[in-house]
C-alpha cells in the first residue's frame, strides 16, 4: 500500500508538472508569437528544450519547497497531504487555463501545501511561506513593472534616432534570445518545485533521507514532463498575454522576456526564492506597455489578472483540504 501510495503520488506529481508546463508556456512565448518573432510552433519547440535544460541549472528553489514551508509529514496521512496538495494545485491550473486566465502554477502548489497540511494536521513554516512566497509573490511584480518600464525607455532612447523598420526587424532576432531565456528562467524555477514533492514523497516513504540530493531520475521525469506540457502550448493564456494586455511589437517583447528571465535567474540563485513566472511577465509586460503611454495598457484585464494573482493561493489551499478530508475518510 505505501509503495502504491507512492507511485500514484509521483504520478499525480508530474501530471502537476505536465499542467504546469501547459498553462505556463505562454510566459515564455506569448510575447515572441506576438511580435511574429517566431511562429507557434517553432516558438514551443525552443521553449520545451530550454524548460528541460533550465531544470538541471540548480537545486535551491527544490530545497525551498520540500524543505522551507511545511514540516514533512509522516506516514499513510503525510502522503495523503501531499496528494491532496497536488489535487488543489492542478484543479486550479484547469479552471485558470479553461477561463484564460495567466495565474500562478507556483502559488496554487504553495496554496495547496498549505491547505492540506492545515487540514492533515502537519505543521506550517509560516516564517518561510512569509519570506519565500509571500513577500516575493508581491514584490516580484513590483520589480517586474518598474524594471520592465526602465528597460523599454533605455531601449527607446538608445535607438531614438535609428530607423524604425531595421530596429524592429533586429528586435525581432534579438526576441529569439530573449524567449530562450525566459524559457530557461522557466524550467529553472517550475521544474525544481514538483522536484521538492516528489523528494518530500520520497522522504515519507523512507526510499530516501532528509537533506539528501535530489536523484538524477527525479529531474529527469520533471524536466521531461514539464518540457512535454510546454510543447503542448497554452493557446487560451497566450492570447490574454500576447494581445489582450496591450499590442506588443518587437522591441517591447525583447525588453520584457529580458526582464523577466533576469528577475527569474536573481530570484533562483541569489534567494532561492519560488516566484511566479506568471507574475514577473505579466507585469514585466505592463511596465513595458506603459512606456507607449499608460492608457495605451489595458488596465481592466491587468486588473482581472491581479485579482486572479490574489485569489490563487486561498482557493487551492480550499480544494487541497477538501481533497484531504476526501481521501482521509475514504482510505485511512
Request: hydrophobic fraction near 55%.
Amino acid at each position: 500500500m505505501d509503495t502504491f501510495a507512492l507511485v500514484v503520488t509521483i504520478a499525480v506529481a508530474l501530471g502537476f508538472t505536465y499542467t504546469n508546463g501547459f498553462h505556463d508556456s505562454a510566459n515564455a512565448i506569448a510575447t515572441s508569437v506576438s511580435t511574429r518573432a517566431l511562429t507557434p510552433r517553432a516558438a514551443l519547440a525552443m521553449a520545451s528544450a530550454m524548460n528541460m535544460l533550465g531544470a538541471f541549472l540548480g537545486s535551491g528553489v527544490a530545497k525551498t519547497v520540500s524543505e522551507g514551508l511545511i514540516e514533512t509529514p509522516q506516514g499513510s496521512s503525510g502522503m495523503a497531504i501531499l496528494f491532496a496538495a497536488l489535487v488543489g494545485a492542478i484543479t486550479w491550473n484547469l479552471i485558470t487555463w479553461y477561463f484564460g486566465l495567466p495565474s500562478s502554477s507556483s502559488h496554487a502548489l504553495f496554496g495547496g501545501m498549505v491547505g492540506a497540511a492545515l487540514a492533515g494536521g502537519t505543521k506550517v513554516y509560516w516564517s518561510g511561506v512569509l519570506d519565500k512566497v509571500v513577500i516575493p509573490m508581491f514584490v516580484s511584480p513590483v520589480v517586474g513593472l518598474l524594471v520592465g518600464y526602465l528597460v523599454m525607455t533605455a531601449i527607446l532612447w538608445m535607438f531614438r534616432r535609428a530607423n524604425p523598420s531595421k530596429t524592429k526587424r533586429g528586435f525581432r532576432i534579438a526576441q529569439t534570445v530573449s524567449a530562450a531565456g525566459m524559457a530557461l528562467g522557466h524550467g529553472l524555477q517550475d521544474a525544481q518545485k514538483t522536484m521538492g514533492i516528489v523528494v518530500m514523497a520520497l522522504v515519507i516513504a523512507d526510499v530516501q533521507n532528509f537533506g539528501d540530493p535530489i536523484p538524477v531520475w527525479v529531474k529527469i521525469a520533471c524536466a521531461v514532463t514539464l518540457s512535454l506540457g510546454t510543447y503542448a502550448g497554452g493557446w487560451r493564456i497566450m492570447r490574454t498575454l500576447g494581445r489582450k494586455i496591450i499590442e506588443l511589437d518587437p522591441p517591447q517583447g525583447f525588453a520584457a522576456e529580458t526582464t523577466g528571465a533576469s528577475i527569474m535567474f536573481a530570484t533562483a540563485y541569489i534567494f532561492k526564492a519560488p516566484v511566479s513566472t506568471t507574475h514577473v511577465i505579466t507585469s514585466a509586460i505592463m511596465g513595458v506597455g506603459a512606456t507607449k503611454r499608460v492608457k495605451a495598457v489595458r488596465w481592466g484585464i491587468a486588473k482581472n489578472i491581479v485579482m486572479g494573482w490574489f485569489i490563487t493561493m486561498p482557493a487551492a489551499a480550499l480544494v487541497a483540504a477538501a481533497g484531504y478530508w476526501v481521501v482521509y475518510l475514504a482510505f485511512l
